[in-house]
């Protein structure tokens, strides 16, 4: 177990509680919904008061850091202020984690308040958090339809393809005519499958679908366009890399702004994924062998 200074942690806690004041005040000066916006100035709020209760001990001002700020702000702006709260918010319960309950133990002895204060951060701003309706997460379905299926059908692809073809240049040029065929499709797809259901957002769903789709094949094939023309084994092994590298982050940011286990999620997709591209690679070295196809 790593060593425990007291007065160090409390400084750090101090610090984390005035770092997410700051965070979440210019959070809400982007934030369009109005309501989005008085429940980030109610937590902000919240943290503004735990700061003021850890000052009461550690007798001192803690600044935070600027930069780490505004990269929140920049992370926020990127991939939703929602995944940022909620990976902030869990930083107190990775932190405390650390120490085991050593830390619990002394905190209670010498800040009355503490368990006030912990129960606050756990279970109001929890509820606060929860209430925040933010639109990108709105469209995660669909972001998910077009990724997964992206991952599966054109890893797929490529995989077969590559000793079928056995040239980068033209798995390159069927995975760019396939990829762009496909995006609009899937985009196409979704658009009348929510048109259908219930008719509303039906061509924002239709535009997250197609653009995560259209992002992925072009991940995907990059490896083929940009290695020389006879390395497609390479090619495929970096792709596969990519798949795996794709799934693993996509999957985290669910995980943290959904608040669902990583692990379950990670592993269903990639072994999907990687199983489906296995099957078509064996399908191409089949078909190259006997239908004596060589390209």
Known sequence: ???????????????????????YIKIARFVKQKK???????????????????KQYTKCD??????????????????????IIKKME?????????????????????IPDINILLQDEVEHESELIDMIDEEKLKYAGSMVLGLNDALVEFSGSLAGWTFAMQSNRLISLAGLITGIAATLSMASSEY????????????????YTGAAYLVTVVILIMPYLLLPDKDYVT?????????????????YYIAVARSISFKQKFLEMS?????VAAA????????????????
Not at 37 to 50: F, G, M, W, Y
Not at 235 to 251: D, E, S
Not at 280 to 295: E, Q
């Open 62 to 83: 803690v600044k935070p850091n600027m930069f780490t700020v505004y990269w929140y702000v920049f992370l926020a702006r990127i991939l939703g202020y929602t995944f």
């Open 271 to 275: 072994f999907i994924s990687l199983s």
């Open 1 to 23: 177990m790593k060593s425990f200074d007291f007065m160090k942690t409390v400084k750090k806690f101090q610090a984390d509680e005035i770092l997410e004041y700051y965070v």
């Open 235 to 251: 090619a495929l092994l970096i792709m596969l890399a990519a798949v795996i590298l794709i799934i693993a982050a996509f999957n």
């Open 90 to 110: 869990n930083s107190l319960i990775e932190f405390k984690s650390i120490f085991g309950g050593k830390i619990e133990k002394e905190l209670n002895e010498k």
């Open 36 to 54: 989005d916006r008085e429940v980030l100035h109610k937590i902000a709020s919240e943290e503004r008061k735990h700061y003021e209760i850890w």
């Open 280 to 295: 078509s690679f064996l399908i191409g070295l089949l078909v190259k062998k006997f239908l004596g196809v060589d390209v």
């Open 192 to 207: 009348l499958s929510v048109k259908h259901e219930d008719g509303k957002n039906a061509m924002k769903s239709s535009l």
